[in-house]
């Protein structure tokens, strides 16, 4: 099942897509995709309606973030092995684990702001696993009940931020609109193995991430229990897990997004984003 939010921001209703690819509208029957409505049998509940008896939504609406009331969204850094090499830094022994400030989502297809003083604005094409129900001490085997889905994020980055201005990388992870999410929250009988989906992004065209999340160090069951050790997961949190190769930081020379750039993104199974990116005014 495919989950969405269309409509203006902050405005946003719940719908899900039908078997010919059109939008139907939930809000008859869950007032947003948030909370107790995110576990895995509620989400069961709503994709067993019938799907061509609830209201079509008309034209192209505007997606918003496929997810609401997002408490916590966390990344994790290097974990792609062949990522790690491009920037010439070496896998963990355990995963970097950083915030990016719930503020920053936006939705898939939203125009992305380069924020003022940025030199350095950088894409991560990544795999984000939405949690469903509270998870705290849960196993490796458990994991995956804890999940409501599986959704794209394009974990924006300014790099001179992140690592030349002293402190952690969550300054260079969180300014306003650097976290796209959507198009789609696809629930997990969609995605049989998360460990083997093809991911690329485009930068006007020209394509830049070409990967897989097979090269994932920590994959989506361990991070899902790892996290879970130190802190709750709760309904609408994020994990974004790391991004494959291809980021403007690892090429030589660096290359970084400006005024005007259009990126587009995908993950096998999960759709497409395009963004703009504009200047902060």
């Known amino acids: 099942m495919k989950f969405l939010r269309y409509g203006a921001p902050g405005a946003e209703k719940p719908a899900i897509v039908d078997a010919d690819g059109k939008i139907r509208d939930l809000s008859a029957h869950v007032s947003d995709l948030s909370g107790a409505a995110l576990s895995p049998d509620a989400l069961a509940k709503l994709g067993a309606l019938d799907a061509k008896s609830l209201p079509l939504v008309e034209g192209s609406p505007r997606l918003g973030p496929c997810v609401a009331g997002t408490g916590k969204f966390i990344c994790i850094g290097l974990n792609y092995s062949d990522h790690a090499a491009e920037t010439g830094a070496t896998v963990p022994p355990e995963p970097i684990i950083f915030m990016k400030a719930s503020s920053a989502i936006v939705g898939p297809?939203?125009?992305?702001?380069?924020?003022?003083?940025?030199?350095?604005?950088?894409?991560e094409v990544e795999l984000g696993v939405v949690i469903?129900?509270?998870?705290?001490?849960?196993?490796?085997?458990?994991?995956?009940?804890?999940?409501?889905?599986?959704?794209?994020?394009?974990?924006?980055?300014?790099?001179a931020f992140q690592a030349e201005r002293s402190g952690q990388w969550t300054k260079g992870k969180s300014c306003d609109t650097f976290g796209p999410l959507g198009p789609w929250l696809v629930t997990k009988d969609e995605i049989p193995d998360p460990q083997n989906l093809g991911m690329w992004l485009t930068v006007n065209g020209e394509k830049m991430q070409d990967g897989s999340s097979k090269t994932m160090v920590y994959g989506v069951k361990f991070l899902v229990s790892y996290l879970s050790q130190f802190m709750s997961l709760h309904p609408g949190d994020v994990i974004s897990t790391g991004t494959p190769p291809g980021v403007g930081l690892g090429m030589k020379p660096p290359r970084f997004l400006k005024a005007g750039d259009v990126v587009e993104l995908g993950i096998e199974g999960l759709g497409s984003q395009k963004q703009t990116f504009v200047a902060d005014i």
């Open 109 to 123: 297809n939203d125009d992305v702001v380069i924020p003022r003083g940025s030199e350095k604005t950088d894409w």
């Open 132 to 159: 469903g129900k509270t998870a705290k001490y849960v196993s490796e085997d458990d994991a995956l009940d804890y999940v409501a889905g599986y959704c794209l994020t394009n974990d924006v980055s300014e790099r």
